[in-house]
C-alpha cells in the first residue's frame, strides 16, 4: 500500500500525511459522530443515549449512520437486545475514546496557555440555583474574562449527575444528597439550607414558630422534585421525615416551586421544600416553619470531573464561584 507509514513508539518523529485522499478517511469524521456512537455503545441503545447526549433519537441515529457510512462498516448489531457493537464497531470503540480524550487535552493545554482566554463553559444546575445564584457567579467570571461563553443545563439531581459523568457539562451545581453514584468526582461543598414547611396562613399550624414531623404527618403533603422514590422524587420531604416517611400522605411533587406554592395557596396540603427555592417565587398569603428534625437540610455543591481539574476554565469558574456572593437565606460552609 502506498503513502506515508503510520507513526510509532519507535519512530516518534514520524509525519502523519493529513491532506485528505479518501472521502471515508480520517479527515472526513466529525466529533459529534464518534460522542454518538460512544453513547450509544456505553448506554446499550439509542433512546438511552439521547438522555445524555441532550440530542434527539433522529439525530444520534443520523450520526451513527452517517459515521458507519464513513468508515464503510456496520458499528451495530441492530437486531440485538439490547443492542451492542459489531466486532467491528468494538475494535473502533477504544480508538474513538482515545481520539477525543486526545483532542480535548489538547483544547485544554491550548486553552490553558491563555492569560484572558475565550472559551467555552457548560454550567449543570437547577432552578432555585440558577435563578438566584448562579448570575452572580457569572458576573464574576465574565468580568475578568469577557471571552468566556456559557451553556447552561439544568436537571433534577440524577440528571446532574449524569451530566457531569458523561462530560455533557464541565460542572454542576447538586445538592450532596441524595448520594453520588460516581464516587470519583470532585466538589467542593458551599452552603447548607434549611428544609422547610409552607403553609396557609390561616393554618393553625402557624401558631407554632418550628413544626414537627408528627405536626405535618397528618396532613397531605408536597414535595419536590417529580418522579418515583428510586429515581429520587421527593427526596428532601422523605429525608426530612426519616423513618415516618412510610407513614406520610405525599399528596403531590413538582419540579416546579411555583407550582409547590400554588398548591399549598390552593389548599391542597403542606409543602416541604429546602429554603431557596422560595426565592424564586411568591410567597404572599404563606407562612414558612422550620421543621424541628435534624435531617431538615440540605447541602449544596459544585462537581467535576477530576480529568477537568486542571483545565483553566473549571479553575476560572471555581474562583469565581468563591468570589460570588451567597444567595439570601444559606448558611456558608466554610473550607
Not at 485544554?108 to 475565550?118: H, I, K, P, W
Not at 444528597?177 to 464516587?183: A, G, I, N
Not at 402557624?206 to 405536626?215: A, I, L, P, Q
Request: with cysteine; glycine share 8%.
Amino acid at each position: 500500500m502506498s503513502g506515508s507509514p503510520a507513526p510509532s513508539d519507535d519512530h516518534p518523529d514520524d509525519e502523519i500525511d493529513l491532506a485528505p485522499r479518501d472521502p471515508r478517511d480520517a479527515m472526513s469524521l466529525q466529533t459529534a459522530w464518534l460522542r454518538s456512537f460512544l453513547a450509544v455503545a456505553d448506554k446499550g441503545g439509542f433512546g438511552a443515549a439521547t438522555l445524555v447526549l441532550h440530542l434527539s433519537q433522529s439525530r444520534v441515529s443520523a450520526h451513527i449512520a452517517a459515521l458507519e457510512h464513513a468508515l464503510g462498516v456496520t458499528l451495530f448489531d441492530r437486531k440485538a437486545r439490547p443492542i451492542c457493537t459489531t466486532e467491528a464497531g468494538e475494535l473502533f470503540r477504544g480508538h474513538a475514546m482515545n481520539a477525543l480524550l486526545e483532542l480535548q487535552r489538547g483544547i485544554e493545554a491550548a486553552r490553558g496557555t491563555l492569560d484572558n482566554f475565550v472559551a467555552h463553559l457548560r454550567i449543570g444546575s437547577y432552578p432555585s440555583v440558577s435563578s438566584t445564584y448562579l448570575p452572580s457567579v457569572l458576573r464574576e467570571l465574565t468580568s475578568k474574562y469577557p471571552g468566556v461563553t456559557i451553556e447552561l443545563h439544568e436537571g433534577t439531581a440524577a440528571a446532574l449527575e449524569e451530566m457531569v459523568v458523561s462530560g455533557a457539562v464541565d460542572l454542576a451545581f447538586r445538592p450532596l444528597l441524595p448520594k453520588m453514584h460516581e464516587t470519583t468526582l470532585c466538589h467542593r461543598t458551599i452552603w447548607r439550607e434549611d428544609i422547610v414547611a409552607v403553609m396557609r396562613e390561616q393554618d393553625d399550624l402557624t401558631r407554632k414558630s418550628t413544626v414537627s414531623v408528627d405536626d405535618i404527618l397528618g396532613r397531605p403533603l408536597i414535595g419536590n422534585p417529580s418522579g418515583s422514590e428510586e429515581e429520587g422524587g421527593g427526596f428532601d420531604l422523605r429525608n426530612t421525615l426519616g423513618d415516618a416517611a412510610g407513614r406520610s400522605d405525599i399528596a403531590y411533587l413538582t419540579d416546579q416551586p411555583a407550582t409547590l406554592v400554588a398548591l399549598v395557596r390552593a389548599a391542597f396540603g403542606v409543602g416541604v421544600i429546602n429554603r431557596l427555592a422560595l426565592e424564586t417565587t411568591s410567597v404572599e398569603g404563606l407562612a414558612i416553619r422550620t421543621i424541628d428534625s435534624r435531617t431538615a437540610l440540605r447541602e449544596v455543591a459544585l462537581f467535576w470531573t477530576r480529568r477537568r481539574s486542571n483545565a483553566a476554565v473549571v479553575k476560572a469558574f471555581l474562583d469565581a464561584q468563591e468570589r460570588a456572593q451567597l444567595p439570601p437565606g444559606v448558611q456558608a460552609i466554610p473550607d
